[in-house]
C-alpha cells in the first residue's frame, strides 16, 4: 500500500501494489479493489504503462515508479535502481560490472576451454554486464548481486510454509509439551510457474528433517522448524544450523527455519557460485525483521572456519 498527499485527485492517494510472480507490478488499485493503472513488460523489463481501461499513458498517473520485479524506474534516464548498480532494460544489462567481478565455478571442468560461453554459459561467466545469466524470466536479481534469490510471492509462500512448520510441531507436542522432530514443507513451481506449497512432512527424528520432494515439481524453497531449543548453531552462530547450510550448499535452494518458541524466522540463502557452493562457502543468513529480511551480523556461512563470522555482506 501506498499514501501519496503529492496526488491532486483524493480518490487516487491511497492504492495498493498487485505483483506477479517475479515480484513485478502489474497494476495498482484503489481500496475499493478497482484497478485504475495497469503494466506490461517485455522480457527484459520495459514498461508500458496503462490507465484501467487500458488506454495507453505517456506516465504514470500517480508517479508511480515501481515496476519490474519491484525495483525503482528512473523513466527519465530509462533505467532501474537494482541496490549495487542500475539495470538498463532497454539494452538488457547493467550499467556497471558485478562488483564481485569474475567468477569461476570449479566444478564444471579443469581445462580453460571448458569455460566457453558455448560450452557452459550459466557458468562461465565472463560478462559481467548481463542481468539473471540472460534468463529474466526464471531468474531475478534484487540485489545486483546475483541470479539467485528469493521472489517475493515464493517468500509468501516460504513465509506460510513456516507458520505450517511450527504449528505442526505444537500440535504434535509429546511429554511435557515436547516436540524435539523437525516439520518441513517445500515451496513448489510447476511447469506452467504456478506456485504451491506441499503438505507438511516430518520423519520423526530428533533434530533432522528432509524436505518434501515431487519429480514433477521444482523446488524453489525449503522451509523447516527447529524442535530442540538451541538459539545459534556453534558453527554458523545462528538459527541455520550446519546440516541446513550444507542441504542449502547441495541443492541450491534457500532453507528457512523458525525457531522452538516461534519468534525468530531465519534463511539461508547459498552463493550463485557452484564452485563456492561446493566448498561450502559464501552465500548469506538473514533474519526477517520489521517485515524484512536483514543480514545477521556474527554469523558464519563458512563452514571451513567455524565461528569465523563470514556472512555476506559483512564479510567476504
Known amino acids: 500500500m501506498r499514501w501519496d498527499g503529492t496526488v491532486q485527485d483524493p480518490a487516487f492517494r491511497t492504492f495498493y501494489y498487485q505483483q506477479n510472480y517475479e515480484g513485478s507490478v502489474t497494476h495498482l488499485t484503489k481500496p475499493d ?58 539494452l538488457g544489462r547493467f550499467m556497471s560490472e558485478d ?33 539473471c545469466e540472460n534468463d529474466p524470466v526464471n531468474n531475478s536479481d534484487p540485489m545486483g548481486l546475483d541470479p539467485i534469490g528469493v521472489l517475493p510471492q515464493v517468500d509468501m509462500m516460504a513465509q506460510e510454509g513456516l507458520s505450517r512448520d511450527y504449528n505442526s510441531m505444537i500440535a504434535n507436542s509429546g511429554f511435557l509439551g515436547l516436540h524435539p522432530y523437525e516439520y518441513s514443507t517445500t515451496v513448489f513451481r510447476d511447469s506452467l510457474g504456478n506456485l504451491s506449497l506441499s503438505q507438511t512432512e516430518t520423519l520423526k527424528q530428533i533434530d533432522r528433517s528432509r524436505p518434501p520432494e515431487r519429480s514433477d515439481m521444482k523446488s524453489e524453497v525449503e522451509t523447516h522448524s527447529h524442535g530442540l531449543d538451541i538459539p545459534h548453531n556453534k558453527t554458523t552462530g545462528a538459527l541455520p544450523s550446519e546440516p541446513d547450510i550444507r542441504r542449502g550448499n547441495d541443492t541450491g535452494r534457500a532453507q528457512y527455519v523458525i525457531s522452538r518458541d516461534g519468534k525468530t524466522r531465519q534463511r539461508f540463502r547459498p552463493d550463485e557460485d557452484a564452485g563456492r557452493r561446493a566448498k ?12 524484512k529480511w536483514t543480514p545477521v551480523r556474527g554469523a558464519n556461512t563458512d563452514l571451513n572456519h567455524p565461528g569465523a563470522g563470514k556472512n555476506w555482506p559483512y564479510s567476504r
Open 33 to 90: 479493489g478497482t484497478i485504475f493503472e495497469r503494466y506490461r513488460y517485455d522480457v527484459f523489463g520495459t514498461p508500458t504503462i496503462y490507465d484501467g481501461d487500458w488506454h495507453g499513458l505517456g506516465a504514470s498517473a500517480v508517479s508511480n515508479r515501481f515496476m519490474f520485479t519491484g525495483r525503482e524506474y528512473a523513466a527519465a534516464f530509462g533505467f532501474y535502481e537494482y541496490r549495487a548498480r542500475a539495470y538498463h532494460p532497454g
Open 280 to 291: 561450502n562457502e559464501g552465500g548469506t543468513i538473514e533474519e526477517f525483521k520489521d517485515g
Open 99 to 131: 562488483p564481485k567481478l569474475f567468477v569461476r565455478r570449479t566444478g564444471l571442468g579443469k581445462g580453460p576451454d571448458d569455460w566457453s560461453f558455448e560450452k557452459h554459459p550459466g557458468e562461465a561467466e565472463f560478462n559481467l554486464f548481463r542481468y
